[in-house]
């Protein structure tokens, strides 16, 4: 599945199981813009790029499920519409043959009844399931943005990986949670646009994968992991950059 930058599979050992990740769709029914940093947006060729991943990993055979790590809807996508871009990503998603995986994540403006039912559409979806500006903020005080959140949000990144407007707002509280436990290897996540990747003073991978939002005609960013009792390993596609993740069991 497209470039894997020099990453085979284990020779003659097979994963315990493989599955398939894509980020931060993002759509809205809009024209093509930039986000408030002046990055370019491609909302109509990342639902492209969504529609080539399911292919590929509906290809691919052997993926367990897929995980979507959010965000599914854009924060500029008219609150009106907020719930027709829903359907119109998880419509696509719904293609892959197996159960997806949503990290479900605070939408733009959640007092608004049009958004709510979003929300609660993609609860439903899950198979697992029942702005503000950064000017005056430095440093890692760039996390307390109104699109991030505090623990529950499903924002779980590293500051070795993640640039701070994207960090979890008490990350430092997680962090040292995660850290009393020996069990935890790897952290994955979304959010963070243009993706990242380190390892922290306790051993543990932190990825955080590039947005198909900002892939550009002609790019695609999605993969998918192959699980072993020592490494992850993430092939990517593209944009999406191949990482190998190794650990002791």
Request: glycine share 10%; charged share 20%.
């Amino acid at each position: 599945m497209g470039s894997t930058s020099g990453l085979a599979s284990e020779q003659g050992k097979q994963p315990l199981f493989s599955f398939g990740v894509i980020s931060d769709v993002q759509y809205a029914d809009i024209p093509d813009g930039y986000s408030f940093i002046g990055v370019p947006r491609y909302y109509q060729h990342s639902i492209q790029v969504l529609q080539r991943a399911v292919q590929k990993w509906n290809n691919h055979g052997m993926l367990k499920f897929v995980i979507n790590f959010g965000d599914i809807v854009d924060g500029k996508c008219p609150r009106d519409e907020s719930l027709n871009a829903v359907k119109k990503v998880t419509n696509e998603f719904g293609k892959f043959n197996g159960p997806i995986y949503h990290m479900i994540v605070p939408l733009d403006g959640l007092n608004n009844p049009k958004t709510l039912e979003a929300l609660e559409f993609l609860r439903s979806k899950n198979p697992n399931s029942e702005k503000n500006s950064p000017e005056g903020l430095l440093g890692l005080q760039r996390r307390f943005l109104m699109f991030n959140g505090a623990v529950g949000k499903n924002r779980w990144n590293d500051p070795g990986v993640s640039s701070p407007e994207a960090l979890l707002w008490n990350y430092d509280e997680v962090m040292n949670v995660i850290h009393r436990y020996n069990c935890v290897k790897v952290c994955l996540s979304g959010h963070d646009h243009k993706g990242g990747y380190s390892i922290d003073s306790h051993g543990i991978h932190h990825k955080s994968f590039e947005a198909a939002l900002e892939c550009p005609p002609g790019t695609d960013s999605f993969g998918y992991i192959e699980v072993y009792d020592n490494r992850l390993m993430l092939f990517g596609t593209d944009r999406m950059e191949s990482t190998d993740m190794s650990f002791s069991p």
